[in-house]
């Protein structure tokens, strides 16, 4: 048994150190709003490329946005559980499930933002147009740009139910 604790490298003792003051901040309204036009840029660039190329605009059928209201139906799902365990149990997650559920919803709203604006985009790049299949292909990107604002939706609630409060008041 010892009686003190041993010195780390730097030759303070654990109690000697600082502690860490790290804080990670909410995903920012100007970061997912920057994502999301350069998607709609994207998606909007699609459909003219396309025909400049020879080859035919991509079809969004009723798939993309139904896979996207699945994720945010997992995403959603996982948010409550998270804040059911954290916020109404006060149960505490093991240290590499709330990484992994904060990378999670970090990804998934980033992501999701980017694809809704693409899918906005490229629903607005077939305002006007009088092909074949231009209804149809801007009615289904405009769902899959609703489901993708539902994912995005669900992964802030995910981060905002890995959020704890601070237990150590120095300031």
Known sequence: MRDQPEPDRSGERPEEQEPFEGSLRPTSPPV???WALAGLV????????????????PLVTWAQPLALVLLAAILGYVAWVTHRTVHVRH???QPH????RLVLARASALVAALAGGGYLGYALSWLRDSAELADDRMWHSLAAAGASLLGVVAALLLERACRIR???NNA
Request: hydrophobic share 40%.
């Open 97 to 100: 499930q709330a990484v992994n």
């Open 32 to 34: 997912l709003l920057g």
């Open 91 to 93: 149960e505490r997650l």
């Open 166 to 168: 601070n237990t150590n």
């Open 42 to 57: 994207l998606g909007w660039a699609l459909h003219p490329l396309s025909d400049r190329v020879g080859r035919v605009p």
